[in-house]
């Protein structure tokens, strides 16, 4: 019998991941249309002798993991059960911890994956390669440019047999082009190393503080205190892929994966994909639409769109490389472009959102995703457009939900302290950005474009009077987004 393990962490300070991971956790954020960790346990429930799904991580339990979690044992047919740590414990102190639900049952072997990670997995064929030859540890491995491979963990292989000679965690020069794909295969006998681990740890926390067991004694990092230890050993061997693979870091990233997945639905679920219908929306490429969604029949989607539950798409709307979350309603004309549009958010009429993509380098075949922060030097770096959760994008004065004059507070993207559509006859919009929790004023416009280019005028000194901004104004808001400066954070 097999199991299967998955590292799904916890909420931390400072994720590159925000302002997404404020409304939901990371693991059930949605990409290509199911939630990120479905993808994990779909491959782990298509390897045979699958018994059990284990999920390990600090996340309190609460209602939407435990819907998720009841979802998943009743599509797959299998145990899927969560296991939250009393504390953040690292990539392999859950496993030590929990060693005892691990191993009941007496598998052969587990498979440990971590969360926030993109791929095809090939599970099958690292299962076939560690029956040929056992060995308690068998990593997963990929390739990357020399200079990427910076941001990884550094394999250093055997290329007869494929053992980890040596093994460095985000080296400062150049190891290796080889690179950890965090889908790990172990045996039983792993967990042995582990417990050296924590026994090392107590007796140092022993030395330095009181007697007793020292807290941190059950945090182990299983690239560093681990693998690295145990390179070169007999140990840890190596099963390279040429498949897809990223990780999902930042919002950017969810969009690069949410792109190689729906790829893929071409042949694992070709069910999921959109397809064009006389009187339906136009599709191009590879679309997911949720069965709730209303799509208007002269949108034009793709590729690579994904449109969660309960999505209004109006007339007109042009939707290119981006998220559309549930809830969310695009009004007529408007068109969104390399961006995520958060959970009940509104974008006006005409209204444009288009963000910077970071996409890997394509003549590159060794490029991987660049996982940035989303500032450098106290500027926001350009990146994807993210509109918050009940936020509004650029909405009309005719339509102003809140009257003439009163206008609705909501959170906006955190690419630019303000809102950051170019759009046509819109007012200012107040927003209250989720990265600095303060209010941002745009002002009004002389001059607008909407998605297509049309300009119109505003008479002079319309609409109510609105404070001074708090934040850097836009200099020319009916530019589109790629031709903004970025001013800095507020």
Sequence with gaps: MLKAVILIGGPQKGTRFR?????????LFPVAG??????????????????EILLIGFYQPDEPLTQFLEAAQQEFNLPVRYLQ????????????????????GGPEAFFVLNADVCS????????????CERHPFLLLGTTANRTQSLNYGCIVENPQTHEVLHYVEKPSTFISDIINCGIYLFSPEALKPLRDVFQRNQQDGQLEDSPGLWPGAGTIRLEQDVFSALAGQG????????????????????LYASRLYLSRYQVTHPERLAKHTP??????????????AKVAPSAVLGPNVSIGKGVTVGEGVRLRESIVLHGATLQEHTCVLHSIVGWGSTVGRWARVEGTPNDPNPNDPRARMDSESLFKDGKLRPAIT??????????????????????PVGSVCSSV???DSSFSKVPALVTKCLLCARFCVSHWGQKARGAYGQEGSLPAGSGPQLPAPVCPPMTSPWYPLSRLPRPDPC
């Design 19 to 27: 302002p997404l991971s404020f409304e939901v956790p990371k693991p």
């Design 34 to 51: 199911v939630p990120m960790i479905q993808h994990h346990i779909e491959a782990c429930a298509q390897v045979p002798g699958m018994q």
């Design 85 to 104: 740590e009393f504390a953040p414990l690292g990539t392999g102190g859950g496993l030590y911890h929990f060693r005892d639900q691990i191993l009941a």
């Design 120 to 131: 095809d997995f090939p599970l099958n064929a690292m299962l076939d390669a560690h029956r």
């Design 235 to 254: 140990q840890i061997y190596v099963h390279l892929t040429d498949g897809i693979w990223s990780q999902i870091k930042s919002a950017g990233s969810a």
């Design 279 to 292: 009187g339906g929306p136009r599709i191009r490429g590879n679309v997911y639409i949720h069965p709730t």
């Design 386 to 407: 993210i509109l918050g959760m009940s936020s509004w994008g650029a909405q009309g004065c005719e339509s102003s939900p809140a009257g003439e004059g009163q206008w």
């Design 417 to 419: 302290c303000a809102c």
